[in-house]
């Protein structure tokens, strides 16, 4: 996927370029010319996009995709070359008028509804509800899975971070380098940000979507440099006065005067490092934010003796040259007690010369950091600002999969069913509505299906809430605030609800996370959300059940 492409094609501009309708499991395509020969051509078709359970252990899930998805439908076309490639690539008895059919094909018979993007959602209520003629429907399946599979895991796992960090706490997108190939890192710093996550290193995904980008430098950058020789110029000019400053012999002078503060003799911190963060300050003199860890990953004190003196050497160079430093990155060792000491460090810096700023330095820490990591160092003390996060969060190596499913549940106006020795995977048929019922205290109570030719619940009446195949297992719920979780984003060939800008989905997810009680958010074994079903739509299923179930027979 080349990123000129991505970039520089208008149309595209907004949409990864590689989601086309070829992006598919063949079997859409021979199911759909077995369907264009039996004449099914103008068959109707509902489906349901949804997924059976929540990831990471636990018991929510963040919504995400679904603008990718309406972006699918407004550019799904076949070319001349996916014809071209289809003609060649499928079996040589296929009528050429399938060709043409295929050619013509659009979403503009397709009616999608679907759950606003960044709410919270639950097993077995339908994401997306995909209505229309049965051959596109079905062409559809495998692009909007994959467009909402993995958006919603990405976020849901950005989610997860964001609650275990707390709201004070900055966390950054590094995994583009260890995230699973190219589309899969721009997708997980894009839902990373729906998430919670406040920036990211991608670039492409900055400009592509209009996320922050940020970021430090690497252990190289400090390699690279072995002594003060190896600076070529030093000179920095004064932020107000336009004066020269040396910023070379004023580091060297503050690492003398520090050596009081911080208990090491200059000779200990490494030249070529001084010389990396002196190069460092020159770039970026009101930006420097510095990577401390790169002489010693094992002793601690090695950040204290050369990281931490050259840095805060640097720091009050800058300060003389009239700008102040942004801080520090850890990326080995123990972070709670490295970040501890650093602060201490910058405290005891702030009091001994009159800086108070230097007490509110940025300590970034990364390194293999995942949401156990997080709370444990919560748990231990620690002095960490902003945490860098790849591998863990962009692959989210918890769970690598979300299940969404697609179902057919209604054809030509008939339900249809799919049985299942596992009842857990048996389909609810039919043209369903969902709704989300609120208890007395605010809080989101239960989600209920029901059929679409039901009435909607009301505030104040009783409703009857069944559990879908558990008989004895309902309850009446008063509701206090009712929320009908479907609009319909696509009809008649174009989108007919806005999906909302990136920061929108990404406040909607914090909104909608509010909703759920405590205990349905915590870490370790959290309360399940309860999904029903209304009485009619309990009757419906179970009958339709039985009349699809063959009655076998014992010999
Ligand atoms: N105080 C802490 N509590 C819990 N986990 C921590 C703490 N400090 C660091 N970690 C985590 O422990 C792991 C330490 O990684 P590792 O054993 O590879 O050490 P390292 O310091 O990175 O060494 P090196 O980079 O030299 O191999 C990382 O996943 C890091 O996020
Ligand atoms: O640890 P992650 O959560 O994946 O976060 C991203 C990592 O990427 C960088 O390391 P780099 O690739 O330079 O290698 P390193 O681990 O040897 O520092 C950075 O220093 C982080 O450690
Ligand atoms: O900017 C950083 O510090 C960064 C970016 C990517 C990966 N690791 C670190
Ligand atoms: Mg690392």
């Not at 501890?340 to 108070?356: G, I, M, N, S, W």
């Not at 690598?400 to 339900?415: D, F, M, R």
């Not at 009809?491 to 999906?499: S, W, Y």
């Not at 029903?532 to 009757?539: N, R």
């Amino acid at each position: 996927m080349s990123c000129d492409y991505l970039i520089n094609n208008k149309e595209m501009a907004r949409q990864n370029g590689i989601v086309q309708p070829l992006l598919t499991d063949l079997y859409q395509i021979t199911m759909a010319y077995a369907y264009w020969k039996s004449g099914k051509v103008d068959d109707t078709a509902v489906f349901d996009l949804f997924f059976r359970t929540n990831p990471f252990q636990g018991e929510f899930t963040i919504f995400a995709g679904l603008e990718e998805c309406l972006k699918f439908l407004e550019n799904f076309h076949y070319s001349d070359s996916d014809i071209e490639y289809l003609v060649q690539t499928l079996p040589p008895n296929i009528e050429p008028e399938f060709f043409e059919y295929l050619k013509d094909l659009t979403c503009k018979d397709i009616k999608l509804s679907a759950i606003e993007e960044g709410s919270v959602v639950f097993p077995r209520v339908p994401l997306l509800r995909v209505e229309g003629p049965l051959i596109i429907t079905q062409l559809l399946e495998t692009t909007l899975l994959t467009l909402v599979n993995f958006a919603s895991l990405m976020a849901t796992n950005a989610a997860r971070y964001r609650m275990v960090a707390g709201k004070n706490v900055s966390l950054l997108e590094f995994g583009l380098r260890r995230a699973q190939g190219p589309d899969g890192g721009l997708s997980a710093s894009k839902y990373s940000y729906i998430g919670g996550f406040d920036g990211t290193s991608n670039v492409l995904a900055g400009k592509m979507f209009n996320i922050p980008v940020k970021g430090t430098h690497a252990h190289s950058f400090v390699t690279s440099f072995s002594t003060l020789d190896d600076l070529h110029t030093a000179v920095l000019l004064h932020a107000e006065t336009q004066k020269q400053c040396n910023l070379l012999e004023l580091a060297v002078e503050w690492r003398r005067r520090l050596s009081a503060v911080i208990d090491v003799s200059p000779e200990e911190a490494s030249d070529g490092e001084l010389a990396a963060l002196i190069s460092y300050a020159q770039a970026f003199p009101s930006g420097f934010l510095a990577l401390v860890d790169t002489y010693d990953v094992k002793s601690y004190a090695f950040l204290n003796r050369s990281g931490l003196l050259n840095f805060c050497a640097v720091a009050l160079a800058l300060n003389d040259c009239g700008y102040r430093a942004v801080g520090i990155r850890i990326d080995s060792g123990d972070l709670a007690y490295l970040s501890v000491l650093a602060r201490d460090t910058f405290h005891q810096v702030a009091e001994k010369f009159q800086l108070p700023w230097f007490n509110h330095l940025t300590i970034v820490a990364s390194n293999d950091i995942n949401e156990e990591t997080i709370l444990s160092l919560h748990e231990q003390g620690h002095a960490i600002d902003c945490f860098g996060i790849g591998t863990h969060l962009v692959t989210c190596q918890r769970q690598p999969a979300l299940g969404c499913v697609y179902k057919l549940v209604e054809i030509n106006g008939q339900p249809r069913i799919k049985l299942s020795q596992d009842v857990g995977k048996v389909t609810i048929p039919g043209h369903k509505e969902a709704y989300r019922l609120f208890g007395a205290d605010g809080h989101a109570l239960i989600d209920l299906l029901q059929r679409s030719s039901e009435p909607a619940p009301e505030v104040g009446q009783k409703v009857l809430c069944r559990h879908p195949f558990q008989e004895s297992k309902r309850a009446y719920v008063i509701p206090s605030k009712v929320e009908h979780l479907y609009k319909i984003y696509w009809k008649e060939g174009r989108i007919c609800t806005f999906p909302k800008p990136l920061v929108e989905v990404r406040e909607r997810v914090q909104s909608s996370l509010r909703t759920l009680r405590q205990d349905i958010k915590r870490n370790l074994n959290p309360t399940p959300y309860k999904v029903a079903v209304s009485d009619d739509l309990y009757t419906f299923i179970h009958e339709l059940w039985l009349q699809n179930a063959p009655i076998g027979e014992l010999s």
